[in-house]
């Protein structure tokens, strides 16, 4: 399984970034594609996720209302975009794209069993 990251940098607060993640390589028909962040000095956690169908998604209550999961789906491979608006200083993070080979939701990084290497946000005041 690949998760290729992209679309993180710096932006003003009250910005918007759209961040993508290729994930490719695996056969599981069941799935979920989700979005991690780690701050420094806090434990990674997760911000969103999608189902495998794309009829269920998942948000933190930070980013609920501000950030948007979406995916382009195909056999075994997946785009999945996380359109973040109104971006708080506190939204400074490494954002990690993560596979779940279950349909189950990303919540937990437990719960994620392919990680792609993260894409740096970092927010301006």
């Known amino acids: 399984v690949q998760l290729v990251e992209s679309g993180g940098g710096l932006v003003q607060a009250g910005g918007s970034l759209r961040l993508s993640c290729a994930a490719s390589?695996?056969?599981?028909?069941?799935?979920?594609v989700g979005w991690f962040r780690e701050a420094p000095g806090k434990e990674r956690e997760g911000v969103s996720c999608i189902s495998s169908r794309g009829d269920d998604t998942w948000y933190a209550n930070s980013v609920a209302g501000r950030f948007t999961i979406s995916a382009d789906i195909a056999k075994n491979t997946v785009t999945v975009y996380l359109q973040m608006d109104s971006l708080k200083p506190e939204d400074a993070a490494v954002y990690y794209c993560?596979?779940?080979?279950?349909?189950?939701?990303?919540?937990?990084?437990?719960?994620?069993?392919?990680w792609g290497q993260g894409t740096q946000v970092t927010i301006s005041t």
């Open positions: 993560a596979v779940a080979a279950r349909a189950r939701r990303l919540v937990r990084p437990r719960f994620a069993d392919y």
């Open positions: 390589g695996f056969t599981f028909d069941d799935y979920a």
